[in-house]
């Protein structure tokens, strides 16, 4: 099993930026891909950010692309999400998921994500 718990959310100004923090612990040995996501009130769960720990490639969502970066700490075992130029409609609970071993397909879709965490509220005021 492996634990996650998200850190760094808030509430800032359109324009302002946030680093969001995930630790991992438990078996982490075997972590090959985390992910963040993002849920806002009535809207389905999106994926925003994905790094394959192993070759240090990124995803990004198209809605996030260019304002967002995805990066690992394997020291630390913690994934952070670094976003700049923050909008109204970034406001959402952010997830951080992880999976162990080799998948298939990248990006990894959400439902491939075997460990989540309990998120952590972002909050842009216009």
């Known amino acids: 099993q492996v634990q996650l718990v998200e850190s760094g959310g808030g509430s800032v100004q359109a324009g302002g930026s946030l680093r969001l923090s995930c630790i991992a612990s438990?078996?982490?040995?075997?972590?090959?891909?985390m992910g963040w996501f993002r849920q806002a009130p009535g809207h389905e769960r999106l994926g925003v950010a994905d790094?394959?720990?192993?070759?240090?490639?990124?995803w990004y969502s198209d809605l996030v692309k260019g304002r967002f970066t995805v990066s690992y700490d394997n020291a630390k075992n913690m994934v952070y999400l670094q976003m700049n130029n923050l909008q109204p409609a970034d406001t959402a609970v952010y997830y951080c998921a992880a999976i162990n071993g080799y998948y298939g397909r990248w990006p990894v879709p959400g439902a491939a994500y075997k460990f989540w965490g309990r998120g952590t509220q972002v909050t842009v005021s216009s």
């Open positions: 438990g078996n982490t040995g075997d972590v090959r891909y």
């Open positions: 790094i394959d720990i192993g070759s240090s490639r990124t």
